[in-house]
């Protein structure tokens, strides 16, 4: 009788237990709407998040008849139920055998082929589809910034990202410091920048907005403050904008850019009106044997082991 009541007591909780869970997963991704791949922009991260609901479908097939079937079980088989079947000599059902192994292997099946696909079609490095070419921008990951550099219009921008909407955009990725994580959710996945390598990730925004992007690798105190802003805006507001940083941005040259390589936090965004011609280049080719000629002079000095 005693064991009866704690069964009768923990049905409850049980249930209440699991409808919290299901409470709290809802408002987590409540508040992902705003700044998540929950709420896309473009279309890389629109098909990220369609990819996130199939893959949630197919895994709720194993999950929830576990969640509703484990409360009946307990209730229906409890030891003051004397109505329930009692087989003490059961060994071994076929049918529950082919649903216990079948469903399982038919569903990790699906999931390999649904990820294989869309593994292919989210390839970062895979160019969008547009009729306008794309706009090509270097990014540069530091401790605690990001310099994005437009090498066609000459600028550079310090922990501000601003693209023209409906337009593809190419970035190409690296970093002068330990490993990062590039992410903007509202438009594209996270790719990593590493010293002496080059990473690519394509995005494209389909409308206005301002959005969150940040680092997501942990590379030192200054690392949850690692943030940048993204704006997307017409392209009628972007060639306004190129022209606005080209007239009142300062000059980045090799000595502006050896104080950017110091671990230091930026309160707001920097606009560059020139950029020093192949710089992106020296950062990557630096940690190499054979360094760019731009700002050589500062790669005794500034390279990491």
Not at 23 to 42: D, I, K, M, T, Y
Not at 72 to 94: C, D, H, L, M, T
Not at 230 to 249: C, I, M, N
Request: some cysteine; aromatic content about 10%.
């Amino acid at each position: 009788m005693v064991r009866d009541r704690i069964s009768l007591r923990s049905l409850p909780q049980l249930l209440c237990v699991i409808g919290g869970l299901v409470l709290v997963l809802a408002s987590a991704g409540c508040a992902l709407q705003g700044n998540g791949f929950l709420n896309p922009v473009g279309p890389t991260a629109e098909a990220e998040r369609q990819l996130f609901f199939e893959v949630t479908a197919l895994t709720l097939i194993v999950v929830v008849p576990v969640l509703v079937l484990t409360p009946w079980i307990v209730w229906r088989y409890r030891r003051g139920n004397k109505q329930s079947a009692y087989r003490p000599k059961w060994e071994f059902s076929w049918p529950l055998e082919i649903l216990a192994w079948g469903v399982p292997v038919l569903i990790v099946i699906a999931l390999g082929l649904l990820l294989w696909n869309r593994t292919l079609r989210l390839d970062p490095y895979r160019p969008l589809s547009a009729a306008l070419p794309p706009v090509e921008i270097q990014v540069v990951g530091l401790d605690w910034k990001w310099l994005f550099i437009y090498p066609r219009q000459g600028i550079a921008t310090l922990n501000e990202l601003v693209i023209p909407v409906g337009r593809p955009v190419h970035l190409t990725l690296t970093s002068d410091t330990v490993m990062q994580s590039f992410m903007v959710p509202n438009l594209a996945g996270q790719v990593y920048a590493m010293a002496a390598m080059k990473s690519q990730l394509n995005l494209q925004a389909d409308r206005a907005g301002e959005f969150l992007g940040e680092n997501t690798q942990y590379n030192g105190k200054g690392f949850q403050k690692q943030k940048f802003r993204t704006r997307a805006v017409s392209e009628q507001d972007f060639s306004r904008w190129l022209e606005h940083v080209q007239e009142t941005g300062k000059r980045l040259d090799c000595d502006q850019y050896a104080g950017l390589m110091k671990q230091t936090l930026v309160p707001k965004p920097v606009h560059y009106a020139r950029a020093e011609a192949g710089l992106f280049e020296w950062v990557v080719k630096k940690y190499q044997t054979e360094p760019s000629p731009a700002c050589q002079s500062l790669t005794g000095e500034s390279a990491r082991d």
